[in-house]
């Protein structure tokens, strides 16, 4: 049998998922036993029950100082940013897509200029970015939007491209006007996509929002992490590392939940 | 008066021409089958019927009316794929077919209901009622078909297009979409243009049966001439082997 052929189990499936996960994991135990053996005060490994501790007690206990509990807080921010960062990145993009997708004369108008857009490296206008906005909020959420908004524009109108002729041809021998077009056909049959386009970019503004808190920032989970790094307080990292991940892995399980309950459509023809 | 006049059309692609010196006069309530080999220009013609595209030289008119510069309700069409909205269920479907003409394309109230009920009374007569919940993916491709030529009649248009509408059918729904076709257009004696690639089903179905083909012939350039109506058969009285040859076309008599 070929190996393309060959497929596995129920049971060696799930285990087969587990195993890099499990692989990591044990090489990490590893290295950071190999060190604390050399130096049990070595901070750059801390120990899997070390992180684990801290995590507890970053988790549940307030800081001394402020007597708030800093991870939460730093949780709210960031989503607080991230949210808006993409929801309105999302919108924008929607409206431009539909515009350039649709309109011959706006494409003709845009699409070049947003190509090339795209290629500016976000964080080298970040700088620019400060000046203008300041420091507060507004930079942050701006950073996320300009890195990510050409992407979804440019990703968004070739969907709206791609919808079949045939399909627009159709609308119009119904009498829809290029409004009723855009509504009525383009966007529920962008929406789906969108989804999809707003998942593979989370990667990127999460990227951006760390980026802008790392630099400028009182509170937020990026902020936090280059904070301790200055006490190579690698277990507090290490925590807020995984917490992000889990965070960003759930954002895009939710999505994709969001986007069969809404849209049945997508996926009734399988 | 003819009620679709096709007058000296010429279609070509840049360099390339598709169309040539087409001539039709098609009257009110004829079916028209449109036959010929692949990439003789017979969707091409199609769509300068639907005005999707606008021929390089020629003009077509619709119960006089001036040439049209895009698709709009006079004409409907019904394409092998993509002619239905996959986003909107059965029955919002054929509602389609009459709000997409409103400002935002949407019923609201009491207009919506009726809509919704006329739909239904629509969907009960092609055989769609037991699906009207249910989004166009579910359903086979010859009920997608019904339901994209019900749309079609929904907004009721005064010619109505199709290319090769049942292409991508197995032959058992095939059969039964013609019976399907000869029902509603015995309901409601519409124009109909119709491009297959089945000659049993042109004739069939045609009352006309035209043919696309290439009069002149390049050897070494088979792009350098395009097509134009090669027969125009009448197909009345039972299609194959009876038809005659209708009109006296500039081309070669069958021997």
């Known amino acids: 049998m070929r190996l393309i052929n060959r497929q596995p189990g129920v049971v060696l499936k799930t285990a087969l998922i587990a195993l890099p996960f499990l692989l990591a994991f044990v090489a990490y135990w590893i290295g950071s036993e190999i060190r604390l053996a050399a130096n049990p005060s070595d901070k750059l490994l801390p120990a899997p029950s070390t992180i684990f501790e801290t995590a507890e007690r970053l988790f549940t206990q307030p800081d001394r100082r402020s007597d708030r509990i800093l991870l939460w807080h730093d949780t709210a921010a960031s989503l607080m940013r991230l949210v808006l960062g993409v929801g309105i990145a999302s919108a924008l993009a929607t409206i431009f897509g539909l515009l350039i997708g649709l309109l011959p004369h706006v494409r003709a108008t845009l699409a070049g200029f947003v190509a090339v857009l795209s290629m500016i490296p976000p964080l080298a206008v970040l700088p620019i970015l400060f000046i203008v906005f300041g420091l507060g909020e507004l930079s942050k959420v701006v950073l996320i939007i300009v890195g990510i908004l050409p992407f979804l524009i440019r990703d968004l109108s070739q969907r709206v491209l791609e919808i079949p002729r045939e399909t627009i041809a159709k609308a119009e021998t119904l009498g829809a006007s290029s409004l009723v077009i855009a509504l009525r056909v383009a966007l529920p049959q962008l929406l789906p996509r969108l989804i999809q386009a707003i998942r593979l970019s989370l990667g990127p503004a999460w990227l951006f929002l760390i980026a802008a808190e790392a630099i400028a920032s009182e509170v937020g989970l990026g902020y936090r992490i280059f904070l301790v790094r200055r006490f190579l307080a690698m277990d507090v990292i290490l925590t807020y590392v995984i917490w992000i991940t889990l965070l960003a892995v759930l954002m895009d399980l939710a999505l994709r939940w969001l986007s069969r309950r809404l849209f049945p459509w997508t996926e009734a023809g399988l | ?255």
Not at chain 2, 80 to 101: D, L, P, W
Not at chain 2, 151 to 162: D, E, G, S
Not at chain 2, 197 to 204: A, N, R, V, W
Request: contains cysteine; negative net charge.
């Open chain 2, 1 to 255: 008066m003819s009620f679709v006049t096709a007058e000296n059309i010429f279609q070509s692609y840049g360099k390339r021409p598709i169309l040539e010196r087409v001539n039709v006069n098609v009257d009110e309530g004829e079916f028209i089958s449109i036959v010929g080999a692949s990439g003789c220009g017979k969707s091409t013609f199609l769509r300068l019927l639907l005005a999707q595209e606008r021929p390089t030289r020629g003009e077509i008119r619709v119960a006089g009316a001036p040439p049209a510069v895009e698709p709009g309700l006079d004409r409907g069409v019904v394409f092998q794929k993509y002619s239905v909205f996959s986003h909107m269920t059965v029955r919002e479907n054929i509602v389609a077919g009459e709000c997409f003409r409103t400002r935002f394309g949407w019923f609201t109230g009491t207009e919506r209901a009726a809509a919704r009920k006329r739909a239904d009374d629509t969907l009960a007569r092609i055989g769609l009622d037991h699906v009207a919940d249910q989004y166009p993916a579910t359903l086979s491709g010859g009920m997608q078909q019904r339901l994209a030529i019900g749309q079609a009649l929904t907004a009721k248009p005064r010619i109505l297009l199709l290319d090769e509408p049942f292409g991508a059918l197995d032959p058992g729904t095939r059969l039964s979409m013609h019976d399907f076709l000869t029902e509603l257009r015995a309901e409601t004696g519409m124009t109909v243009f119709m491009v297959t690639h089945d000659l049993e089903e042109g004739f069939k179905l045609g009352d006309r049966v035209l043919v696309f083909d290439k009069p002149r012939w390049d050897p070494t350039d088979p792009n350098a001439y395009g097509a134009t109506i090669t027969y125009d058969f009448d197909a009345r009285d039972g299609g194959i082997p009876y038809q005659r040859i209708q009109e006296e076309t500039h081309v070669l008599r069958p021997t």
